[in-house]
């Protein structure tokens, strides 16, 4: 049975066509991908993205603990940062890709994907022995709205009236709402998912129904669904776990070295990390643009021009942004140049194509 | 809320047909293009290749997901709609003007086992 967010009923009496997504029940769309795609690209749209998990890690330990689980490096970080990366198994796979934000000294909140919510807490509570800090699962706790898009700053800033212009890229604050909820303190952050300029704000259910409700009804900002949150995060190459990453897929593999450093003195996956940096990996993640419009979707075979199964393609959509048929896919490392032609086997048929940058579309942060 | 077009012949995947002597135009009926959203691109069968009833002959892709076309009779493709290779969005605009495929039909008798526009919009509400 799968779970609802606190803003289910609106969902259902928007009309949006609902279905199961990483054990909660989500909207997919409320009116069409294309519109709501659009509409991030170019205005704001606002996601329920309440379904994604949160861990607060304090203790006299937490810095260290993190360091410990996490690829991305939060030493001396200043408060309110927030960090990208992953926890990997000791072999390199992936456990999940991650926010990390340092909210005090020894007090960071982590937030990771719905799917793997139940795998990642049993995954840090094994990893917590040695460790003094406290694990505080509050998954349940939160809401999460994303407001996205070139005209987000002004619609939270005007229609939630959240002070958020001075918030850089990838930090957070802490704000009090005194009005309607007395006393709650949330969570807002300059972050998404989608390639725009927009944020994430983390709030009790009260308060998330609420904001939700004023911004619908403030007509600035579209209500938009997972669908698009998954043509926008994929036209600028970010990755979903499940697709991109995964135990089988290191961040290697998917071309997200950056985020791992390589520098810090442990943390779990690090050798097995070294190892593929040194020696090189068998597949690595590429993008490829197809000539004709046919879809690439995930699972389907990708070929040598030859016809000899190489790889399998991750995520593919018709880019909305750009117009074509691209796809990211997982193949042999030695077809994983730009510019090798490869081939795509959509049902039937067999489409050729080229390996080109894994972003089809460039991202347009506020920084 | 979709059409319905009395006058063709239906199955419970949604594709229709519309017979014209010893032909069949097949397409999908506007509740199923409701259902797709926008229709991104149509995967096509080639003249002269052989349809089967039941079978799948092809694909409608939306930008979620792609269905696949079960052919609702059997037939040789005599023509196929090349409109739809530069606007698949023809599908949305009025799926019943816009047929996917025109074929020959091997076995007329395969009409019978089809439901008519009564008995489609029934299937639909369930």
């Given at each position: 049975?799968?779970?609802?967010?606190?803003?289910?009923?609106?969902?259902?009496?928007?009309?949006?066509?609902?279905?199961?997504?990483?054990?909660?029940?989500?909207?997919?769309?409320?009116?069409?991908?294309?519109?709501?795609?659009?509409?991030?690209?170019?205005?704001?749209?606002?996601?329920?993205?309440?379904?994604?998990?949160?861990?607060?890690?304090?203790?006299?330990?937490?810095?260290?603990?993190?360091?410990?689980?996490?690829?991305?490096?939060?030493?001396?970080?200043?408060?309110?940062?927030?960090?990208?990366?992953?926890?990997?198994?000791?072999?390199?796979?992936?456990?999940?890709?991650?926010?990390?934000?340092?909210?005090?000294?020894?007090?960071?909140?982590?937030?990771?994907?719905?799917?793997?919510?139940?795998?990642?807490?049993?995954?840090?509570?094994?990893?917590?022995?040695?460790?003094?800090?406290?694990?505080?699962?509050?998954?349940?706790?939160?809401?999460?709205?994303?407001?996205?898009?070139?005209?987000?700053?002004?619609?939270?800033?005007?229609?939630?009236?959240?002070?958020?212009?001075?918030?850089?890229?990838?930090?957070?604050?802490?704000?009090?709402?005194?009005?309607?909820?007395?006393?709650?303190?949330?969570?807002?952050?300059?972050?998404?998912?989608?390639?725009?300029?927009?944020?994430?704000?983390?709030?009790?259910?009260?308060?998330?129904?609420?904001?939700?409700?004023?911004?619908?009804?403030?007509?600035r900002c579209k209500p938009c669904g997972?669908?698009?949150?998954?043509?926008?995060?994929?036209?600028?190459?970010?990755?979903?776990?499940?697709?991109?990453?995964?135990?089988?897929?290191?961040?290697?593999?998917?071309?997200?070295?950056?985020?791992?450093?390589?520098?810090?003195?442990?943390?779990?996956?690090?050798?097995?990390?070294?190892?593929?940096?040194?020696?090189?990996?068998?597949?690595?993640?590429?993008?490829?643009?197809?000539?004709?419009?046919?879809?690439?979707?995930?699972?389907?075979?990708?070929?040598?021009?030859?016809?000899?199964?190489?790889?399998?393609?991750?995520?593919?959509?018709?880019?909305?942004?750009?117009?074509?048929?691209?796809?990211?896919?997982?193949?042999?490392?030695?077809?994983?140049?730009?510019?090798?032609?490869?081939?795509?086997?959509?049902?039937?048929?067999?489409?050729?194509?080229?390996?080109?940058?894994?972003?089809?579309?460039?991202?347009?942060?506020?920084? | 809320?979709?059409?319905?077009?009395?006058?063709?012949?239906?199955?419970?995947?949604?594709?229709?047909?519309?017979?014209?002597?010893?032909?069949?135009?097949?397409?999908?009926?506007?509740?199923?293009?409701?259902?797709?959203?926008?229709?991104?691109?149509?995967?096509?069968?080639?003249?002269?290749?052989?349809?089967?009833?039941?079978?799948?002959?092809?694909?409608?892709?939306?930008?979620?997901?792609?269905?696949?076309?079960?052919?609702?009779?059997?037939?040789?493709?005599?023509?196929?709609?090349?409109?739809?290779?530069?606007?698949?969005?023809?599908?949305n605009k009025d799926a019943f003007g816009?047929?996917?495929?025109?074929?020959?039909?091997?076995?007329?008798?395969?009409?019978?086992?089809?439901?008519?526009?009564?008995?489609?919009?029934?299937?639909?509400?369930?």
């Open positions: 049975m799968e779970k609802k967010t606190c803003l289910y009923d609106r969902h259902v009496a928007l009309g949006a066509l609902m279905s199961p997504f990483g054990g909660f029940i989500m909207p997919i769309q409320y009116t069409n991908i294309t519109d709501e795609h659009n509409a991030v690209r170019q205005h704001c749209g606002v996601f329920d993205v309440s379904h994604m998990g949160e861990v607060r890690i304090t203790g006299p330990d937490a810095e260290r603990y993190v360091q410990h689980i996490f690829t991305n490096d939060v030493a001396n970080a200043p408060l309110g940062q927030i960090y990208y990366g992953m926890m990997l198994y000791p072999n390199g796979g992936t456990v999940d890709d991650l926010l990390v934000y340092k909210m005090g000294e020894n007090d960071f909140f982590l937030v990771i994907n719905a799917a793997n919510i139940d795998k990642d807490v049993a995954w840090m509570l094994e990893q917590k022995e040695g460790f003094d800090i406290v694990l505080d699962h509050q998954s349940d706790y939160y809401g999460q709205l994303a407001v996205q898009g070139p005209e987000a700053e002004t619609v939270v800033e005007e229609v939630l009236g959240l002070p958020c212009k001075e918030l850089a890229f990838y930090t957070a604050k802490t704000l009090e709402v005194a009005e309607d909820n007395e006393g709650e303190t949330i969570i807002i952050s300059r972050t998404g998912y989608t390639g725009e300029d927009g944020f994430e704000i983390y709030g009790s259910h009260d308060f998330t129904q609420k904001a939700w409700d004023k911004l619908i009804e403030s007509g997972l669908g698009c949150r998954d043509t926008l995060r994929f036209e600028v190459g970010l990755p979903l776990y499940g697709d991109e990453l995964s135990a089988d897929i290191s961040p290697v593999m998917a071309g997200l070295s950056m985020f791992c450093k390589l520098d810090k003195p442990e943390f779990i996956g690090k050798e097995a990390l070294v190892e593929q940096k040194t020696n090189g990996v068998a597949q690595k993640l590429v993008g490829i643009e197809l000539a004709d419009k046919a879809i690439p979707r995930h699972g389907y075979a990708v070929l040598t021009p030859e016809g000899e199964p190489i790889g399998e393609v991750t995520t593919g959509y018709h880019c909305l942004s750009v117009d074509k048929s691209v796809c990211m896919a997982l193949v042999k490392n030695e077809y994983a140049k730009l510019g090798t032609s490869l081939a795509v086997q959509i049902r039937k048929k067999v489409f050729p194509g080229t390996v080109v940058k894994k972003k089809f579309y460039d991202k347009h942060y506020k920084k | 809320m979709a059409n319905f077009e009395a006058g063709l012949y239906y199955s419970e995947s949604h594709e229709y047909v519309r017979v014209e002597g010893e032909f069949g135009y097949i397409g999908i009926s506007d509740y199923a293009q409701h259902a797709l959203g926008n229709v991104v691109y149509v995967d096509m069968p080639e003249v002269d290749d052989e349809v089967t009833a039941g079978e799948e002959f092809g694909a409608v892709e939306s930008v979620k997901a792609a269905s696949d076309l079960i052919a609702p009779v059997s037939g040789t493709v005599v023509e196929i709609n090349e409109a739809l290779e530069d606007e698949p969005e023809l599908l816009n047929w996917i495929i025109k074929v020959q039909l091997s076995d007329p008798a395969e009409l019978d086992s089809l439901m008519d526009v009564e008995a489609y919009k029934k299937h639909c509400e369930n």
